[in-house]
């Protein structure tokens, strides 16, 4: 029996629902969590799970239903409220201020004061070094937070909701930016907190790492809450099935495609680390992607993975080498001079690279092929409209229509919208950064379908991953990266994870020749 089994319930919510308009995106779900507990909570994007977390953590109100705390009933005025009940959330959209410091960050709102009621930079300070070297991050407290990378921003909000001394933790996807190292030091973390009584949820689409640190399992769907267990008597198979009513077998596409012509060519490419000039990202690096491949980069964090999408697609400047692209040199081309040249990316972060937050779907969807559309100095509406509806029905798009705001849309079907702005384009490349971070299960098998669908067209397919079931099952060819370099080229059909962890581990290893054909 798990050590947590015996625990009490700390919060409660009965028949909590919630309605949005005519959109009911809760229905009457019964949840709980205990303390010195962590519960996982599973479901696909729009299932409803964000906003039961956010009913909890006092972000928004129920329609109808209660919340117990302790077994007395509650009700949030706000976020704030619910922080001073013991009760916070770690959003899973990051919640931070860019042009302010990480020490700002993690105080912001809840300032410490001194004598004569001013604000203690230095305790402040001291208190955010404390935090990041118990996360073990090396970021340095008076950093601006908006020339952090992604993964060090993740890991300032965890710092920031661990600060509060709640009672009760939410974590909204923690770990969707995070490297495999930074996720065992969270998983440390959380077991200290529990160890201390604190119960926490944890809700993540990396199914298999959720019920690793899991005791109690729940899982949404359509607003309804369909299933609940304990960790230890339930399986992967049992999550999807709850989930999507399907197999984990069924959400790899079949890859059983012909290669072509070399579409992408790299040939002794190096790219300066962006946030440390003084060291290469990407080191003389070659590969060859044929129309047809989905070649997959693979790699610890630091590998270079994104530098190198990011040069390919012109938003890195190459120190060294050449890109071609159906054997045009784009090596000096600007990214709109390669999208229109048939080489485009879909960035790892969509919140900040992929959209634009004040426009509405349709709109999203055509920014980056605009110039097609164009007949003078006006927008072919007609023309636009049509091939909007078209690729919303190829990316399968759930949304009220293209007028819809592109925030009304869950975190898998806005991830769908940066992809169909790529496809939009008619990419003969496609780069792809992380493309399933933070989405559920069904949105990932959408998006392996759509690459496979685009690699049967003849579009050579490069993307990165640090999802070892994505490298072995979504890829024709998986590539290790490492400190830059093509470390090795391996068949996903006769590769183990565990072969795939080795060669791409913490121990340097002997390089080969840095190129690759895949």
Known sequence: MSPAAGRPVVMRASAVAKVYGGTHALKGVDFSVRAGAVTALFGENGAGKSTLMKILAGVEQPSTGTIELDGEPVAFRSAADAVAHGVAIIHQELNLCPNLSVTDNVFLGRERTGRGGLVSSRAQRQATAALLERLE?????????????????????????????????????????????????????IHELTGNGVAVVYISHHLEEALEIADDVAVLRDGALVATGRAAEVDLAWIVANMVGRSPDDLYPRLELPAGDPVLEIEGLSVVDPTNPARLAVEELSLTVRAGQIVCL????????????????????????????????????????????????????????????????????????????????????????????????????????????????????????????????????????????????????????????????????????????????????????????VMQLLDPATTSKEQLMAVSGEAEPTPPANGATA
Do not use: C, W
Not at 320 to 335: C, E, L, N, P, Q
Not at 364 to 376: H, K, P, V
């Open 137 to 189: 991050e090396p970021i340095d407290p008076d950093a601006l937070v908006g020339d952090l990378r992604l993964g060090q921003q993740q890991i300032v909000e965890i710092a920031r909701a661990i600060s509060l001394d709640a009672r009760v933790l939410i974590m909204d996807e923690p770990t969707s930016a995070l490297s495999a190292s930074e996720v065992e030091v969270l998983f440390r973390v």
């Open 298 to 485: 693979y790699g610890l964090m630091g590998a270079g993975r994104t530098e190198l999408l990011e040069a390919l697609a012109g938003r890195l400047p190459a120190r060294a080498g050449t890109v071609r692209v159906d054997g045009r040199d784009v090596t000096g081309a600007s990214v709109g001079e390669r999208i229109g040249l048939g080489l485009v990316l879909v960035p790892e972060d969509r919140q900040r690279d992929g959209l634009v937050q004040t426009m509405s779907v349709g709109d999203n969807l055509s920014l980056a092929s605009i110039g097609r559309f164009l007949f003078g100095p006006f927008v072919a509406g007609r023309r636009e409209s049509a091939a909007i509806d078209r690729v919303s029905a190829d990316v399968t798009v759930k949304a009220a229509g293209p007028t819809a705001p592109i925030t009304s849309l869950s975190g898998g079907n806005q991830q769908k919208v940066v992809i169909g702005k790529a496809l939009l384009t008619e990419p003969r490349a496609l780069l792809l950064d992380e493309p399933t971070r933070g989405i559920d299960v069904g949105a990932k098998a959408d998006i392996f379908a759509l690459m496979a669908e685009q690699a049967r067209r003849g579009v050579a397919v490069l993307f990165a991953t640090s999802e070892l079931s994505e490298a072995l099952n979504a890829a024709t060819h998986v590539v290790v990266m490492y400190r830059g370099r």
